[in-house]
């Protein structure tokens, strides 16, 4: 009986070690790779203006007067990829930690909507153009100024997220998807402000006075 309650003690020890070991301790360095893409700018010209509108709308994108007669519209997409290892500390504590990871930061499906009620005026047509292609000069030009800021920000939140424990080498994947989740939990607020502030850089362009300039142009 003695014999058997001290197998039974030891085993408890055991476990309890296994789901007790800290690997916030544990050095994390991984290698990070970032990558970018404008993606590739087309052009539509089959939409009406109510139906370029409706686009608009959808983007919270609200053009006034002639410029409601084009839209630019670009997707922001992000992606995080780690790649991870296990590293026994004993027989029954293995630290998970991100050895490389990817993120993608980038524009997908850019496109420049001019609508083909005004195309056979061509002043109107090249001025909105011009319009919808300084958009999309606004968004590359928020994505450069953004990049080295996610870079940043980056390497902060993957030192903040500590290695994930498991006991067992067939838990490595499971605490490879969590470790990934967090950093997109972690990132996710950044994206949501660098969408805003695109936004608001957009809206520069798109004020009264500068529809009234433009809109001059073609008189």
Request: proline share 3%; glycine share 2%; with cysteine.
């Given at each position: 009986?003695?014999?058997?309650?001290?197998?039974l003690i030891?085993?408890?020890?055991l476990?309890e070690?296994?789901?007790?070991y800290d690997?916030s301790?544990?050095?994390v360095?991984?290698e990070i790779?970032f990558?970018?893409?404008?993606?590739?700018l087309?052009?539509?010209?089959?939409k009406t203006n109510?139906e370029?509108?409706?686009?608009?709308?959808?983007?919270?994108?609200?053009?006034?007067?002639?410029?409601?007669?084009?839209?630019?519209?670009?997707?922001?997409?992000?992606e995080?990829s780690?790649d991870t290892?296990?590293?026994f500390?004993?027989?029954?504590n293995?630290?998970?930690?991100?050895?490389?990871?990817?993120?993608?930061?980038?524009f997908s499906?850019?496109?420049?909507?001019?609508?083909k009620?005004?195309?056979?005026?061509?002043?109107?047509?090249?001025?909105?153009?011009r319009?919808?292609?300084?958009h999309?000069?606004?968004?590359?030009?928020a994505?450069?100024y953004?990049l080295?800021l996610?870079?940043?920000?980056?390497?902060?939140?993957?030192?903040?997220?500590k290695?994930?424990?498991v006991?067992?080498?067939?838990?490595?994947?499971k605490?490879?998807?969590e470790?990934?989740?967090?950093?997109?939990v972690?990132?996710?607020p950044?994206?949501?402000?660098?969408?805003?502030e695109?936004l608001?850089?957009?809206?520069?362009l798109?004020?009264a006075?500068?529809?009234?300039y433009?809109?001059?142009?073609?008189?």
């Amino acid at each position: 009986m003695k014999k058997l309650f001290f197998i039974l003690i030891f085993c408890s020890c055991l476990v309890e070690t296994a789901f007790a070991y800290d690997c916030s301790d544990f050095p994390v360095n991984p290698e990070i790779e970032f990558y970018s893409s404008y993606g590739s700018l087309n052009y539509d010209l089959s939409k009406t203006n109510s139906e370029i509108t409706a686009i608009a709308s959808q983007y919270g994108i609200m053009e006034k007067g002639l410029f409601a007669s084009g839209l630019a519209t670009v997707d922001v997409e992000w992606e995080i990829s780690a790649d991870t290892v296990g590293r026994f500390v004993s027989n029954y504590n293995i630290c998970v930690v991100p050895e490389r990871i990817k993120v993608y930061i980038g524009f997908s499906d850019p496109v420049i909507y001019v609508s083909k009620e005004i195309r056979k005026d061509k002043c109107k047509t090249e001025l909105v153009i011009r319009h919808e292609q300084t958009h999309q000069q606004i968004n590359k030009t928020a994505l450069d100024y953004f990049l080295p800021l996610f870079q940043h920000a980056f390497y902060k939140i993957v030192k903040d997220v500590k290695p994930v424990h498991v006991a067992n080498i067939s838990e490595v994947d499971k605490a490879s998807a969590e470790l990934t989740r967090e950093y997109n939990v972690r990132l996710s607020p950044l994206i949501d402000f660098f969408k805003k502030e695109m936004l608001k850089e957009q809206h520069k362009l798109d004020n009264a006075d500068n529809y009234q300039y433009e809109q001059q142009l073609c008189r």
